[in-house]
Nanobody, 124 residues
Framework: QVQLVESGGGLVQAGGSLRLSCAASERTFSDYVMGWFRQTPGKEREFVAAITGSGRDTNYGDSVKGRFTISRANAKNTVNLQMNSLRPEDTAVYYC?????????????????WGQGIQVTVSS
């Protein structure tokens, strides 16, 4: 069982930046594709970004391309999401997720493990 804990959320003004981090309990962290998703009330959980176990390949949702960057530090069992040029529509609960398998897929249902989520609020 992989335990995931997010940190770094909060309130920021539009145009600002935040960096989310996710710490994983799994010792074989590099075996897992890591992803970030987000959700607002009444909407489905949306893909944000994913990164393969080696960190070589990344994938981004269309709404965040060019603004968000996903990275990982396997020696520290962490994955990060650098969020720049934030917009009010980025306001959501952000979830860290992990899956076994090779691809940095945007498909929510193939992720096996999830964090509890962290709130990000962008004010206009």
């Amino acid at each position: 069982q992989v335990q995931l804990v997010e940190s770094g959320g909060g309130l920021v003004q539009a145009g600002g930046s935040l960096r989310l981090s996710c710490a994983a309990s799994e010792r074989t962290f590099s075996d897992y594709v890591m992803g970030w998703f987000r959700q607002t009330p009444g909407k489905e959980r949306e893909f944000v970004a994913a990164i393969t176990g080696s960190g070589r390949d990344t994938n981004y949702g269309d709404s965040v391309k060019g603004r968000f960057t996903i990275s990982r530090a396997n020696a520290k069992n962490t994955v990060n999401l650098q969020m720049n040029s934030l917009r009010p529509e980025d306001t959501a609960v952000y979830y860290c997720a992990a899956r076994t398998g090779p691809a940095a897929t945007p498909i929510r249902n193939v992720y096996n493990y999830w964090g509890q989520g962290i709130q990000v609020t962008v004010s206009s």
